[in-house]
């Protein structure tokens, strides 16, 4: 199994940076794919970006150029780098972890963008 901690939300201004981290612990080994979802109030869960094994990464449009997914492997961590943030930003985000077609979650951290 693979257990998945996140850090770094809170409150932030418009425009604002922001750093998410994601710790993974467990059978790390065969992780295939991490990523970042994110979850708004009222709304369905959606990916943001994720990276794989290989290091190739991928990101939804509305986050192109603003956020920057990247991980250190010698401290079995994921990041989200994110800067620019809107008030759509809003949400909780959730770290995940596809290990041989088994997902793992995190429990979310909550990052509120508002003046």
């Known amino acids: 199994q693979v257990q998945l901690v996140e850090s770094g939300g809170g409150l932030v201004q418009p425009g604002g940076p922001l750093r998410l981290s994601c710790a993974a612990s467990g059978s790390i080994f065969s992780i295939n794919v991490m990523g970042w979802y994110r979850q708004a109030l009222g709304k369905q869960r959606e990916l943001v970006a994720f990276?794989?094994?290989?290091?190739?990464?991928t990101y939804i449009d509305s986050v192109k150029g603003r956020f920057t997914i990247s991980r250190d492997n010698a401290k079995n961590t994921m990041y989200l780098e994110m800067n620019s943030l809107k008030p759509d930003d809003t949400a909780d985000y959730y770290c995940?972890?596809?290990?041989?077609?088994?997902?793992?979650w995190g429990k979310g951290t909550l990052v509120t963008v508002a003046s």
């Open positions: 990276m794989t094994s290989g290091g190739s990464t």
């Open positions: 995940n972890a596809n290990r041989n077609g088994i997902p793992a």
